[in-house]
T-cell receptor, first 113, second 114 residues
Framework: NAGVTQTPKFRILKIGQSMTLQCTQD?????MYWYRQDPGMGLKLIYY???????DKGEVPNGYNVSRSTTEDFPLRLELAAPSQTSVYFC????????????FGPGTRLTVL | AQSVTQLDSQVPVFEEAPVELRCNYS??????LFWYVQYPNQGLQLLLK??????LVKGINGFEAEFNKSQTSFHLRKPSVHISDTAEYFC????????????FGQGTRLTINP
């Protein structure tokens, strides 16, 4: 199993550009999550999904959108990039049957200039 | 709503010394507790977890943590650290009857000096 994979690893965007961060898991987990990590701030939940077709906002959803058309994929969309979205983004997956233990991808480092 | 506080943002220790990373949580319902480790430029990986039963839980790489319900704490310990333990450590809480998500602390950066 590859686990949770994320692409790209790094990206630089200009203000106002859009992009999609890709996340795929091959563990057949029903739950998937997007976090952002800023220095000294821990991880903040952006969006999460408890199954295909179901998504919900986390703590910091503004400026982002998600979709969950399949169990495996959970892309995160930035429509109008802003400098405040400069961060490291982590995707994670888990199952309700495993006490919400989450498995993390390697992260995407995004810089908005 | 639950919250997690990691009491130290940075902890420097010498190699082979013991270490304790402190974590306190607040929740009005039963919780599961986790410690994750993040090595430089990597994602997070699970170190250990408390679900129920014995309050002393053992994890990978010689780490252990003790759940103290009365003090709402879940401190992480290792009796003798190694250079390779240099990383950021995150405490997280999951409410058993709450929303299906983890709440993370701010992280503690552990630096091991030779």
């Amino acid at each position: 199993n590859a686990g949770v994979t994320q692409t790209p690893k790094f990206r630089i965007l200009k203000i106002g550009q859009s992009m999609t961060l890709q996340c795929t898991q091959d563990m057949n987990h029903n739950y998937m999550y997007w976090y952002r990590q800023d220095p000294g701030m821990g991880l903040k939940l952006i969006y999460y999904s408890v199954g295909a077709g179901i998504t919900d906002k986390g703590e910091v959803p503004n400026g982002y959108n998600v979709s969950r058309s399949t169990t495996e994929d959970f892309p995160l969309r930035l429509e109008l990039a802003a400098p405040s979205q400069t961060s490291v983004y982590f995707c994670a997956s888990g199952t309700s049957g495993n006490h919400n233990e989450q498995f993390f991808g390697p992260g995407t480092r995004l810089t908005v200039l | 709503a639950q919250s997690v506080t990691q009491l130290d943002s940075q902890v420097p220790v010498f190699e082979e010394a013991p270490v304790e990373l402190r974590c306190n949580y607040s929740s009005s319902v039963s919780v599961y507790l986790f410690w994750y480790v993040q090595y430089p430029n990597q994602g997070l990986q699970l170190l250990l977890k408390y679900l129920s039963g014995s309050t002393l839980v053992k994890g990978i790489n010689g780490f252990e943590a003790e759940f103290n319900k009365s003090q709402t704490s879940f401190h992480l310990r290792k009796p003798s650290v190694h250079i390779s333990d240099t990383a950021e450590y995150f405490c997280a809480v999951y409410s058993v009857s709450g929303a299906q998500k983890l709440v993370f602390g701010q992280g503690t950066r552990l630096t091991i000096n030779p």
